[in-house]
């Protein structure tokens, strides 16, 4: 192998693929990365057999080749290369030694023999599911962060995606809150899909893809159980999650006796207080609805309280309709929702204090009504 | 995948030994004896009824690895040359024959003799949670899992019962019974016994070229088990260090209690060289008191016959069993911690003066 790139393009495919590196693994090619030429580009990809990232750069070939180089050594010297050059990149195949110069600098890498990584899926763009690139990187981050993080359950460490018709469900749970988020698709897919990818698979998809990029190609080959999307010069491969995702329409209430409406950046700031009064204790914050009457508007009353630091107390304006009702909740998990819905006002529906209570965004002709969280509530105590 | 990263501790060791059995091409899947195992094994494959768990007991050395890991090459082959088969050539085979294969999770305590934490369990039921990587199954090979640690045996109860499918669970372990009997009753056992030593003799002098005299008295010294045969033949080393373990016994003998002490104190330096020269020096106390009984049974110090059988003219059965029965007395208290210089000590004064 003999080929030439520009180091700025070099270090930025090493920073993208770095991610799927698994360093301390028991199969030590993991720790590599694979350096390929692959029809006039230079393909570069990491793995950690769960997560595979594989970018794509421009480069001058001479000598086509592969091989897999130590993947911290590689990205410690081509950071430290001069930028705006060209890095010379020739490998000898009997000693598997590729050597590296750029500028006045010249360096020996050992590596390991290509063959020795595991394969990575072809994929065929034709075949897959066209997303908008924003739309799907906002959808991930309104469900990703429900996942759990428990291996106990691994199944709730994914994200349950389907598509049917032209209609994409994203839902993830963790056993005391679950978001759900749909979204319709440009055109109606032929084959529904079903399948769990690992969360940590959609967060290092979201935080590639970037704003430049237009389109997002989802793939799933047919008898791998694997899903490949692809953003531009980079893929992203990961297996997919084996089991049966719980059936979480049951979960979701079917009516509700209170419907609150608050300003959303309100419910928001006054839970971001709250949480620093509950974090030291249980996260518990309790949520007094009161409705209103002929003059005065209904409010719901927000209290964050510890035993060593104080309490705090937050009053929001809120449109309310039902009975009142005092109920907890876990005041990371309301942030945590609160921080993703983008519309002006959201819904807080409940019913009882021990029943679950569910957020949605209110405004019904964008499609963020699409999105639903369901949180379990919390103890009262005393 | 830094979780699952963490114990990269587990490796692959024992390589020479692997290789060993490899050689031996056939239907038996290139297995030294065991035959009816190999057999069940292909047929449960090509008749598709797999079990999810099995679990291989054996002495160490009978080649409890070694079918484990066929049994993963059998599933996983790229090119079987027919149902239940593998073909031992293709890519996957030998990577899996290295315990380099991204399907294959090998789990075990750091060392021999060290602890299987839970942790290890955990981090492996989470790749075990996904689907195969390439392959046709997922394979967890747990090894030498009597050293699993009460928790991690616990945790891994769930798996056994449930696990995903596509996934297969070997145990392998010195008996059942040193497992919780909630892990046997949940996977299939298969006991490996030592082999005739016949058998250990041709197959170490077909496949591994060993003259016949050598190959004879390997096959004793094995006592029947192919693997540590085969490690004796590839590392002639370790021959050699028992050579001079049991020659430095019969000095032992004429020594005074000094000499004694004196002897056996480099010898405790090192745990693992101590638990090693013991279990030489059993093997050749259990040559004595099958002599001084009169058995049939064959002896696994071959080349110390004559000794054996002049020692066993001068002692009585009561003697020899009192010495068999203090070094396996000292090989337990070395395994649980106690000063090894004491115990070695306490050895030589309860070894008889000639």
Same mark, same amino acid.
């Given at each position: 192998?003999?080929? #030439?790139?520009?180091?700025?393009?070099?270090?930025?495919?090493?920073?993208?693929? #770095?991610?799927? /590196? #698994?360093?301390?693994?028991?199969?030590?090619?993991?720790?590599? /990365?694979?350096?390929?030429?692959?029809?006039?580009?230079?393909?570069?990809?990491?793995?950690?057999?769960?997560? !595979?990232?594989?970018?794509?750069?421009?480069? =001058?070939? $001479?000598?086509?080749?592969?091989?897999?180089? @130590?993947?911290?050594?590689?990205?410690?010297?081509?950071?430290?290369?001069?930028?705006?050059? $060209?890095?010379?990149?020739?490998?000898?195949?009997?000693?598997?030694?590729?050597?590296?110069?750029? !500028?006045?600098?010249?360096? *020996?890498?050992?590596?390991?023999?290509?063959?020795?990584? @595991? +394969?990575?899926?072809?994929?065929?763009?034709?075949?897959?599911?066209?997303?908008?690139?924003? *739309?799907?990187?906002?959808? %991930? $981050?309104?469900?990703?962060?429900?996942?759990?993080?428990? *291996?106990?359950?691994?199944?709730?460490?994914?994200?349950?995606?389907?598509? =049917?018709?032209?209609? %994409?469900?994203?839902?993830?749970?963790?056993?005391?809150?679950?978001? /759900?988020?749909?979204?319709?698709?440009?055109? +109606?897919?032929?084959?529904?899909?079903?399948?769990? %990818?690992?969360?940590?698979?959609?967060?290092?998809?979201?935080?590639?893809?970037?704003?430049?990029?237009?389109?997002?190609?989802?793939?799933?080959?047919? !008898?791998?159980?694997?899903?490949?999307?692809? /953003?531009?010069?980079?893929?992203?491969?990961? $297996?997919?999650?084996?089991?049966?995702?719980?059936?979480?329409?049951?979960?979701?209430?079917?009516?509700? *006796?209170?419907?609150?409406?608050?300003?959303?950046?309100?419910?928001?700031?006054?839970?971001?207080?709250?949480?620093?009064?509950?974090?030291?204790?249980?996260?518990?914050?309790?949520?007094?609805?009161?409705?209103?009457?002929?003059?005065? @508007? !209904?409010?719901?009353?927000?209290?964050?309280q510890s035993e060593e630091t104080g309490s705090n107390q937050n009053i929001v304006d809120a449109n309310i309709e039902g009975p009142g009702l005092l109920i907890a909740f876990n005041v990371r998990f309301l942030r945590e929702v609160l921080d993703v819905i983008r519309t002006p006002n959201v819904a807080l529906e409940t019913t009882a204090n021990n029943l679950p209570g569910v957020i949605r965004p209110v405004e019904s002709q964008d499609d963020q009504s699409e999105f639903l969280h369901v949180i379990m509530p919390m103890h009262l105590g005393s | 995948m830094r979780e699952i990263t963490k114990s990269s501790t587990i490796i692959a060791r024992r390589l020479p030994i692997l290789r060993v059995c490899a050689k031996i091409v056939g239907m038996n899947w290139g297995v030294i004896g065991h035959e009816w195992a190999v057999q069940l094994l292909s047929e449960q494959i090509a008749q598709k009824r797999l079990r999810h768990a099995y679990l291989i007991t054996g002495p160490r050395g009978v080649g409890r690895r070694t079918l484990a890991l066929r049994l993963t090459q059998a599933l996983n082959c790229l090119a079987p040359p027919e149902p239940g088969q593998p073909c031992r050539a293709c890519r996957a085979c030998l990577q899996i024959e290295r315990m380099q294969y991204p399907d294959l999770l090998v789990v075990q305590a750091e060392q021999e003799g060290g602890t299987l934490k839970v942790d290890q369990v955990r981090e492996m039921q989470r790749s075990l949670s996904l689907h195969p990587y390439e392959g046709r199954y997922r394979v967890a090979l747990l090894l030498r899992f009597e050293e699993a640690h009460p928790s991690a045996m616990n945790a891994l109860l769930k798996t056994l019962e449930e696990p995903a499918s596509q996934v297969v669970l070997l145990l392998t372990a010195e008996s059942a019974e040193r497992l919780l009997p909630t892990i046997v009753s949940r996977c299939e056992t298969l006991r490996l016994r030592p082999l005739p030593l016949e058998q250990v003799s041709r197959g170490l002098q077909e496949e591994w070229g060993a003259p016949e005299d050598q190959a004879h008295l390997l096959a004793h010294i094995s006592g029947g088990r192919p693997g540590l045969a085969l490690q004796l033949h590839l590392e002639p080393e370790r021959l050699q260090q028992r050579q001079a373990w049991l020659t430095d016994l019969l000095r032992l003998l004429t020594f005074s209690r000094k000499e004694r002490f004196d002897y056996i104190e480099p010898l405790t330096k090192e745990r693992s060289v101590l638990r090693s020269a013991l279990n030489v020096w059993l093997s050749f106390w259990r040559d004595i008191l099958i002599k001084t009984c009169g058995a049939v049974a064959p002896i696994t110090n071959l080349d110390y016959q004559q000794e054996i059988e002049q020692l066993a003219a001068r002692l009585d059965r009561s003697a020899a069993l009192g010495v068999v029965s203090a070094v396996e007395n000292a090989l337990s208290l070395v395994d649980q911690n106690v000063n090894p210089r004491l115990v070695g000590e306490v050895l030589t004064l309860d070894l008889p003066k000639i």
């Open positions: 192998m003999r080929v #030439s790139v520009l180091q700025e393009n070099l270090a930025r495919g090493l920073s993208i693929v #770095s991610r799927a /590196v #698994s360093p301390r693994s028991t199969l030590p090619v993991l720790a590599n /990365v694979l350096v390929a030429t692959d029809e006039g580009r230079l393909r570069l990809s990491a793995t950690n057999l769960e997560l !595979g990232i594989t970018c794509w750069i421009g480069a =001058k070939i $001479q000598d086509e080749g592969s091989t897999t180089v @130590p993947a911290r050594t590689f990205s410690d010297l081509v950071a430290t290369l001069p930028g705006g050059n $060209q890095v010379e990149m020739s490998l000898t195949v009997r000693t598997q030694t590729l050597n590296v110069r750029c !500028g006045a600098s010249n360096t *020996d890498l050992k590596c390991i023999d290509a063959q020795e990584f @595991p +394969p990575m899926p072809v994929s065929d763009v034709s075949q897959g599911l066209e997303l908008n690139v924003m *739309d799907f990187k906002e959808m %991930i $981050q309104q469900v990703v962060f429900a996942a759990s993080t428990d *291996d106990a359950r691994p199944i709730l460490t994914g994200v349950l995606v389907t598509v =049917k018709g032209d209609t %994409i469900t994203l839902a993830a749970a963790d056993g005391f809150r679950l978001s /759900v988020r749909k979204a319709r698709l440009s055109s +109606p897919v032929a084959r529904p899909l079903s399948a769990v %990818i690992p969360a940590r698979a959609l967060s290092e998809l979201a935080r590639i893809a970037s704003d430049g990029d237009k389109t997002l190609t989802m793939i799933t080959p047919p !008898g791998r159980a694997q899903v490949i999307f692809r /953003v531009g010069d980079v893929e992203l491969v990961s $297996q997919l999650i084996d089991g049966m995702f719980p059936d979480y329409e049951q979960i979701i209430p079917r009516r509700c *006796d209170t419907r609150a409406v608050l300003s959303t950046s309100a419910f928001l700031k006054a839970c971001k207080q709250a949480e620093i009064f509950a974090r030291e204790g249980s996260h518990i914050a309790k949520l007094n609805i009161q409705p209103g009457g002929e003059l005065k @508007p !209904g409010v719901v009353e927000i209290t964050g | -």
